[in-house]
C-alpha cells in the first residue's frame, strides 16, 4: 500500500482538536494551537505529498504538536479527557 493509513476528515478532527486544546489550557497546560497550525501549514504547503507514506517531511511538525498536547494527556486533569489514553493523546498527526 503506497497511501497513508488515516483518512482524516478535517472537518470533526480540526473541531476535535480544537475543543481538545481548549480543555488543556482550561486545565493549567501551554497553548498548543500555533504548534497545530504548523503542522496544518506544513501539509498544506506539501499537498502533493499528502498521501505519500515515503513523505515525512511533516514530521518534525507533527512531534512537536503531539509533544505538547501529550505533556496535558500525562496529567491527571486529562485522566477523564475522551483525547487522552494512558498518558498518550489519541489525536494523531497525518
Excluded at 497511501?3 to 473541531?15: G, I, L
Excluded at 482550561?26 to 497553548?31: N, P
Excluded at 494527556?73 to 498518550?88: F, L, Q, S, V, W
Aim: hydrophobic letters at 35%.
Amino acid at each position: 500500500m503506497s497511501e497513508r493509513a488515516a483518512d482524516v476528515e478535517c472537518t470533526p478532527y480540526c473541531e476535535d482538536v480544537e475543543a481538545f486544546q481548549q480543555r488543556a489550557v482550561a486545565a493549567g497546560q501551554a497553548d498548543c494551537n500555533a504548534l497545530f497550525e504548523a503542522h496544518l501549514d506544513c501539509w498544506e504547503q506539501n499537498t502533493a505529498q499528502i498521501c505519500s507514506k515515503e513523505f515525512t517531511g511533516c514530521t518534525e511538525a507533527a512531534t512537536a504538536w503531539r509533544t505538547c498536547v501529550g505533556a496535558y494527556c500525562k496529567t491527571d486533569a486529562a485522566k477523564t479527557d475522551p483525547n487522552c489514553a494512558a498518558g498518550n493523546t489519541r489525536l494523531l498527526p497525518f
